[in-house]
């Protein structure tokens, strides 16, 4: 089981990144996808998950600003980031999570080794 996020990078405030999550050792199709992220010093919080159906659940704070998308056949989960602010700097992770009344958590063993996104002039 492998997810690997990549697409960060250092972007100034108010531009974008598309982030992307590529899975290989099990079927996209079958899982729903989360994104966390985790800022220094910060605990990780939650940015968002899409399910199986291609439903997307987005926590308030970043409502308006990122989108998540899937395309089971390229094995691949995208974050779309619009808005950035210098605060969303963080290394981003995905995971295959389970969700449960609007709520998404992570499954042990189903996250990756994250990208770096760091927002600044």
């Known amino acids: 089981v492998q997810l690997q996020a990549s697409g960060g990078g250092l972007v100034q405030p108010g531009g974008s990144l598309r982030l992307s999550c590529t899975v290989s050792g099990f079927l996209l199709d079958d899982y729903a996808i989360g994104w966390i992220r985790q800022a220094p010093g910060k605990q990780r919080e939650g940015v968002g998950c899409i399910t199986t159906s291609d439903d997307s659940i987005i926590l308030d704070s970043f409502k308006g600003r990122f989108t998540i998308s899937r395309v089971n056949a390229k094995n691949t989960v995208y974050l779309q980031m619009n808005g950035l602010k210098p605060e969303d700097t963080a290394v981003y992770y995905c995971?295959?999570?389970?969700?449960?009344?609007?709520?998404?958590?992570?499954?042990?063993?189903?996250w990756g080794q994250g990208t770096q996104v760091t927002v600044s002039s």
């Open positions: 995971a295959a999570v389970d969700v449960a009344g609007g709520r998404f958590y992570p499954k042990a063993g189903y």
